[in-house]
């Protein structure tokens, strides 16, 4: 199995379990998360369980709600350089899980990876449902966990470590497990790691210190789980990594039937896609594939379209987050900023919904297109795209001037 079957695999039990990943598709998740939360019913449970677990006492609770996507955008953002999967939920637990391929990485980056967890988690404390109550004994206890009288929630990470290689695993697990488990009942972040030996399908996790009966009970109410993936949840993904349509089988055989194209541009193009083991989804019927991409500084959602016709090959890379109506004309600035000076392909965006791309382009008129040239359309754009990630995000949400995010970015290039 490759890394990128397992990545796929990971991402459909992701899905599967009502997790969102990365920032794609980021207003749906939150539109169905809203009506989540006004369950009165399970807002009820909520109760219910703080009454019952938490004291014996009566006392007054209420619950505070915030999920607010520029504020979850925000949060996030850190969490996606760090994995090479993210999937969360928001809650009154909300729980990130960073998917990570260690083989490639030493111990010490490890460590490293587990303390940037932990010191970008925070502001991922004032989103979800918080709860409030006005007994005296119970704020003492919750005031950490819940964040009583302020909107503080409590974050759950579950780094997920994934091992292909089983002696790297074995010389890791000696030196990380101490060092894997962070947080306890009166903290409001916790961390607590996966180790995961793909060949041998087993899945060690690390000491974890008391957490509360409330907040497990709750994070359970609302679909959460602090004690997530072991290996019961490693067989689901193992037998899910094949499931999305790969462009050597059932896509490329449609289309090719369909357009008879024996030398076609879309035929060098499904070349591509096979020798460099990209997986991807066919679009409808039409000669068009859509893949998300997880690049150093973030992820987003790639289009690659033939017009057979007009002999041509459109890559685009396309951000799930757009921009809002506030920003447009300082992202409009930063993307004039970033377009200035490049050679092959530039940012566009939509001025009607915000929609940021990257876009390259190859007209083969009077020519052929060939792998290598697919090759250099691909790539530059998403390099492109993963460089400028970070200016575009902070423009976005940290109020960053679209000059200091170039500055940042481009440094003294010329």
Known sequence: MTQSEFSQGFVHWLRKEGYQVGLMNIDVYIEKLKKQVNDTEKMSKVMNVVSKTMTQE?????????????????????FLSLADVLGF???????????????????????KRFDNFLNVASPMTRIGISTNT????????????????????????????????????NESIKVLLSKASHGSFWGNIHLNARFVNVPKKLVIKAEEGVLSKALSSIGE?????????????LEVVLGLANKEVNVSTTASTNLERRFSMSNSIFNTVVEFFQKDEWNVKQIEDKPAFR?????????WTCIA?????QKQFIFL??????????????????????????????????????????????????????????????????????????????????????????????????
């Open 305 to 309: 379209r033939v017009r057979e016709e």
């Open 89 to 111: 939920q928001i809650g009154t637990s909300n729980e990130i899980l960073p998917m990570i391929y260690c083989d490639d990485l030493t111990t010490n980056d490890i460590v």
């Open 221 to 233: 109410i609302f679909g959460g789980n602090p004690y997530r993936f072991t290996e019961k949840e």
């Open 58 to 78: 009566k006392h007054q609770s209420s619950v505070a709600i915030n999920i607010n996507k520029d504020q979850i955008v925000q949060g996030i953002t850190p």
């Open 291 to 299: 893949m998300g991409y997880q690049g150093d500084n973030g992820s």
């Open 317 to 414: 890379s396309i951000l799930d987050a757009n921009a809002p109506s506030n920003k447009l004309a300082a992202m409009a600035e930063f993307l004039t900023r970033a377009n200035f000076g490049l050679n092959i392909g530039n940012f566009e965006m939509d001025y009607s919904d915000g929609e940021i791309r990257y876009r390259t382009y190859i007209s083969t008129e009077g020519g052929t297109l060939t792998y290598e040239m697919v090759k250099d359309a691909v790539y530059v754009n998403i390099i492109m795209m993963d460089k400028y990630f970070p200016g575009i995000m902070s423009v976005m949400y940290a109020g960053i001037s679209p000059a200091d995010a170039i500055a940042k970015i481009e440094g003294g290039e010329s």
């Open 134 to 169: 006005h007994n005296s004994e119970l704020i003492k206890v919750l005031s950490e966990t819940f964040a009583a009288n302020s909107p503080k929630c409590s974050v759950t990470i579950i780094p997920v470590l994934i091992y292909f290689n089983e002696d790297i695993y």
